[in-house]
């Protein structure tokens, strides 16, 4: 697992505290966690166990009540808005469950958007390439509302990847597709951190998309509760969750 | 940049229908604040060009300052001064033509006859002669005048021409033609100057002189040497007719203009409304895009871009709407202003200024009003985009704005209080505001009074529609506020219009009560009336069946430097046949005590130019030099509404101004006389006086009112085209709340809400925001209507303020009428909405 030296994701004491008073919620409890480059992580565990919460600190969309992240080794709590929407651009990427794609744009124009943000004069090419690889290279002028949900969801992925980012951060990726869809996206998720070497951390609620992944975090009550490795079959996410007593 | 304004395109043209809205919107604004901007100076070019084009290589007319014939020596006075190379002498007076019975309505009432002095009129005007000869010296009897007006009155060489005279009528013979084209308005005959002067009884006096100055002299030192040289009994320069006709065109281009900008100012509303929408319903994809790493800047600048495309688009159509609005108007008008003011008016007229504030206010309202919208979505966090929309968000932030409309509603009610036209206008001004500010805190007390009638007639589903409106109050204050503000221009302009009406019925009504009027046919242009002799109202009073005739006589003076119109009265009949609106404080004694010496009688316009009370003394300059008069009383009559005007006994006018003539009689029917006899009776004596017409009082009302009532198209046009606003406004708030609500409505239908119970909560919800609207609107418009009112006071149109019942009933009607209206589509698509995709909808 330390093959690869260098750490994408480091954590340290990360405790998110919503509310307070008889409100007070603890979403995330003091967690600890490392994603090394290229691993491909799922998060699993009951509703409100605070996986999204953790996806959200670590896109730089939330800010933790105490504890630290760094991305690439750049702690997140030191910088001010406009440079985090910068690193947010650059070297991370979102996948959302609703797709969130641009309703009046073309795929490519979709796909391409965080380039053109950047000011890069080759967006569309490659966006244009990243489609391809997806295999949407025959849909690129399509809008989403002409596109498949999992159509969409490509489109989705291709904008994540385009600006070549060290983190794709995927939430419920698969949570409004049916289930070929989703077991194609699944794979593609796996692709992109074997084949194209980017670390993916998802959340899933899907025990049979989640056996994709090399490596399973289950949560519960805002802690990690277990971290474990995945050996590829579709039964080795399900067999964990309920000796964790998650089912 | 680049980005913010593709994807603002984008989502331009993606929401087409709503866009449409929006920028029709702007479309309205732009289109009343250019097109009725463009119309007034297509007037003033009208007065102008017809008064330069009759004025020749004039560069300056001397009249008398009473409007009385004067010496000729004049002529050597004016040529003391150096600059002046030729002086010219003339006459020149109105004569009524007389009327066949088969006449057609439009056929030509009246001529300008000109006299003028052979030796030196040549040097200021050409006469190029088509046919016949010019006049001579010697001729007597003879005419010239254009080609075309001959053809007008079907003359040729040689024939007769029938003109009438003080003492009857007199003849002349056409002796040449000449190649000038007429303008409309001036159609002019020439006669030698010693005819004119025997024609209009004058002895040698002339009423004008034309002068030319020398190449190198300087236009205003010029005038001002002349005024000198000449004292205050001579009038330099232009008719002063045109300085009234000025102002109320200046008071239309005030009106004009407030009821653009208020036009535009609802559309500002509607277009923040619609971009607050805009917000909500991309938050998803606005988090979307601050996800993915776009600056806030970029995402203000997104909608920022959007407005300013709508703004351009609009604008641009509304220059053009506009263009058109103004030429339908004009040619509306026009036929109405070349038959009663024999003025031809060109096509619309936009002066630079026009172009400039109008394209700046439409592309500034929509820019300005989407700012707000656009600083909250730079503030959508990252997070909207991942969780699920949760519907819309309750508002509440109105405290504070509240408090400060509720002080400028308070500051205002001083501004009325003062009686001050400006304090009162820009009361109003801060009326409106303060009431757009109160608005949202006050809506929903409002919606829980108002509710319960609306319950009666919508039961459940009106309870429901209103927690809907209540629970988004800045939304439904923002429709409020746009509906308020169009109708409010509409009353406005309805109290404006009944003021005016009220104001000339009710003079109408008092000053011409006799039975019989006896009018030169142009009797509201006080210049040029032929009068009578007292021959005229002798005859008439002979008549049998006829009971007291009374008679008017008007002379010119000036009073502390401004123009009165002073009328004569006989004292001892008017009250018979007439009546004064009087001023609070006087009464019809003031008449009485117009025997008892130099005692006038002022009307609203001369006693508020001068401040005048009761009692108090006036210096009057008459032709006879200043004499001093007192205040008797302050009332109003009919034909000098528009004039400042003084009445004084006709024993006066004749010792202080020389003036004998009648100009107008007015006479009853003894009773028991038979109407129908009496009026042929009257007819055969009218028969030889030509330039008097005999109206039976009904009909000239009837006559007076036609004319009148055909100018009010234009404002009718006016309403409707500030009615749309408004209209669109509610449609586009309904639309929008209904599209925000997809969901909810989905909802409302799964756990069993029929489509009859959806339509009729959104009906429900849009009669309770309009009637709101429409009572706000009903308000501050009435305020409105009073300052401007108020305004044209000010400026010298007296009119008393009449309260526009039956204009309020209409403007409610329609205000809810179009609450109605307005709901029909957004109801009918909320009640067919697919309950499973509504359920989907993001």
Not at chain 1, 196 to 211: E, F, N, Q, Y
Not at chain 2, 385 to 391: I, K, S, V
Not at chain 2, 672 to 680: L, V, W
Not at chain 2, 780 to 805: C, R
Request: charged share 15%; aromatic share 6%; proline share 4%.
């Amino acid at each position: 697992m330390t093959a690869k030296t260098a750490a994408i994701v480091e954590i340290a004491g990360l405790t998110k505290v919503y509310g307070s008073g008889e409100a007070r919620v603890t979403a995330l409890d003091a967690v600890d966690l490392v994603v090394p480059e290229g691993q491909f992580v799922t998060v699993m565990g009951p509703s409100g166990c605070g996986k999204s919460t953790l996806l959200n600190l670590l896109g730089g969309l939330d800010t933790p009540t105490a504890g630290s992240i760094s991305i690439e080794s750049q702690p997140l709590a030191d910088l001010p808005d406009d440079r985090l929407t910068e690193l947010r651009r650059r070297r991370i990427g979102f996948v959302f469950q609703f797709f969130n794609l641009i309703p009046v744009l073309s795929a490519v124009e979709n796909a391409s958007l965080p380039l053109r943000l950047d000011g890069d004069k080759d967006a569309e090419e490659r966006a244009t390439a990243w489609l391809e690889r997806v295999g949407l290279g025959t849909r690129l002028h399509n809008r989403p509302d002409q596109l498949s949900g999992g159509q969409q969801q490509r489109v989705a992925i291709a904008r994540a990847l385009s600006t070549e980012p060290a983190l794709v951060l995927a939430d419920e990726p698969t949570g409004n597709l049916d289930s070929k869809s989703a077991t194609e996206i699944g794979d593609l998720l796996r692709q992109v951190s074997t084949e194209w070497g980017r670390s993916v951390l998802m959340v899933t609620h899907d025990p049979r998309i989640a056996s994709f992944a090399q490596r399973l975090v289950l949560m519960r009550d805002g802690r990690i509760v277990d971290d474990l490795s995945l050996d590829g079959t579709h039964e080795a996410p399900r067999t964990a969750l309920e000796k964790a007593g998650l089912l | 940049m680049t980005l913010s304004l593709t994807l603002a395109w984008r989502y331009l043209r993606g929401r087409g229908a709503r866009s449409l809205l929006t920028t029709l919107a702007v479309v309205l604004g732009v289109m009343l604040t250019f097109g009725l901007n463009g119309i007034l100076p297509a007037m003033v070019e009208a007065f102008t060009h017809n008064l330069l084009s009759a004025a020749g290589k004039v560069d300056l007319t001397v009249t008398s300052a009473y409007n009385q014939p004067f010496k000729p020596d004049v002529v050597s006075k004016l040529l003391t001064v150096p600059q002046v190379a030729t002086a010219s002498p003339g006459v020149q007076r109105t004569a009524p033509l007389p009327r066949s019975a088969d006449a057609p309505a439009d056929a030509l009432a009246q001529v300008i006859v000109v006299g003028i002095d052979l030796a030196t009129a040549a040097k200021l005007h050409d006469f190029p002669v088509a046919s016949g000869r010019m006049l001579a010296a010697g001729d007597n009897a003879a005419v010239v005048m254009n080609t075309d007006l001959a053809g007008e009155l079907g003359l040729r060489v040689g024939d007769q021409l029938v003109l009438p005279a003080a003492g009857g009528t007199a003849r002349f013979r056409v002796v040449g033609l000449l190649g000038n084209v007429t303008v409309p308005g001036q159609e002019q005959v020439y006669l030698t100057l010693p005819a004119a002067q025997q024609l209009f009884g004058l002895g040698n006096r002339i009423t004008q002189v034309e002068a030319s100055f020398t190449p190198d002299a300087d236009r205003a030192a010029t005038e001002k040497a002349v005024a000198a040289a000449l004292g205050p009994d001579y009038q330099v320069g232009g008719l002063s007719s045109e300085s009234t006709l000025l102002a109320s065109l200046q008071v239309a281009e005030f009106a004009f203009t407030m009821f653009g900008v208020f036009a535009l100012a609802t559309a500002g509303f509607i277009i923040a409304n619609s971009f607050r929408t805009v917000v909500a319903e991309r938050r998803r994809d606005i988090g979307m895009l601050r996800a993915v790493g776009t600056r806030r800047r970029t995402i203000m600048g997104m909608f920022l871009a959007e407005s300013l495309f709508q703004g351009v688009i609009g604008t641009a159509l509304g220059l053009v709407a506009g263009w058109l609005m103004a030429a339908g108007l004009i040619s509306a008008v026009g036929s109405i202003a070349e038959s009663v003011m024999h003025l031809r008016i060109g096509g619309p007229l936009f002066t630079p200024a026009t172009w400039i504030s109008s394209i700046a206010l439409g592309i500034g309202v929509t820019v300005v009003a989407a700012v707000v919208p656009a600083r909250a979505a730079g503030r959508v966090t990252p997070l909207e985009a991942m969780r699920p929309q949760l519907g819309e968000v309750y508002e509440r932030r109105v405290g504070r704005r509240a408090w400060l409309g509720v002080a400028m509603v308070v500051a205002s009610l001083f501004g009325l209080t003062t009686g001050s036209p400006g304090l009162i206008g820009l009361g109003a001004v801060v009326f409106l505001i303060g009431f757009a500010l109160v608005a949202p805190a006050v809506v929903n007390p409002i919606a829980q009074w108002a509710s319960r009638p609306l319950e009666l007639f919508f039961s459940r589903e009106g309870t429901i529609a209103r927690s809907n409106l209540q629970r988004n109050p800045g939304r439904s204050a923002i429709t409020v506020t746009a509906v308020m503000l169009g109708l409010a221009s509409i009353v406005a302009v309805v109290s404006m219009v009944t003021s005016i009406f009220a104001g000339f019925t009710t003079y109408l009504d008092k000053s011409l009560s006799s039975d019989y009027l006896l009018i030169p046919q142009s009797i509201v242009l006080g210049q040029g009336n032929v009068a009578a002799g007292p021959r005229l109202a002798q005859e008439v009073r002979a008549v049998p069946g006829i009971g007291p005739v009374s008679t008017l006589r008007v002379a010119q003076a000036t009073s502390n430097g401004t123009d009165v119109q002073v009328i004569g009265i006989d004292p001892d009949t008017y009250l018979q046949v007439a009546a004064f609106d009087w001023n609070s404080g006087s009464t019809d004694a003031a008449v009485g005590q117009l025997r008892t010496g130099r005692w006038l009688i002022a009307n609203g316009i001369y006693a508020a130019q001068h401040n005048l009370v009761v009692g108090q003394a006036v210096q009057l300059s008459t032709p006879n030099g200043p004499r001093t008069y007192h205040l008797a009383g302050i009332g109003n009559d009919y034909l000098n509404a528009k004039l400042s005007t003084v009445y004084t006994s006709q024993q006066n006018l004749q010792r202080d101004f020389n003036t004998t003539a009648d100009l107008l009689l007015m006479a009853n029917r003894t009773a028991g006389a038979d109407p129908a006899t009496t009026k042929a009776l009257l007819d055969r004596v009218v028969a030889g006086y030509p330039a008097f017409r005999l109206y039976e009082s009904w009909s000239w009302r009837a006559e007076q009112l036609k004319t009148f009532n055909s100018t009010m198209i234009i404002f009718d046009v006016l309403v409707v085209a500030l009615a749309l606003p408004s209209l669109l406004a509610l449609v586009n708030t309904l639309a929008i709340s209904v599209l925000a609500r997809t969901r909810e409505i989905g909802m409302l239908r799964a756990v069993g809400a029929t489509r009859r119970q959806v339509r009729r909560m959104v009906m429900a919800e849009s009669l309770l925001l309009s009637v709101i609207g429409t009572v706000f609107g009903a308000v501050t418009g009435l305020w409105l209507g009073y300052a401007l009112v108020a305004a044209m006071s000010a400026v010298g149109w007296e009119m008393p303020y009449a309260f526009p019942w039956s204009g309020l009933v209409a403007t409610v009607v329609v205000g809810i009428v179009f609450g109605v209206l307005a709901a029909v589509g957004p109801a009918r698509s909320a009640s067919r909405l697919d309950v499973v995709a509504a359920l989907h909808q993001e």
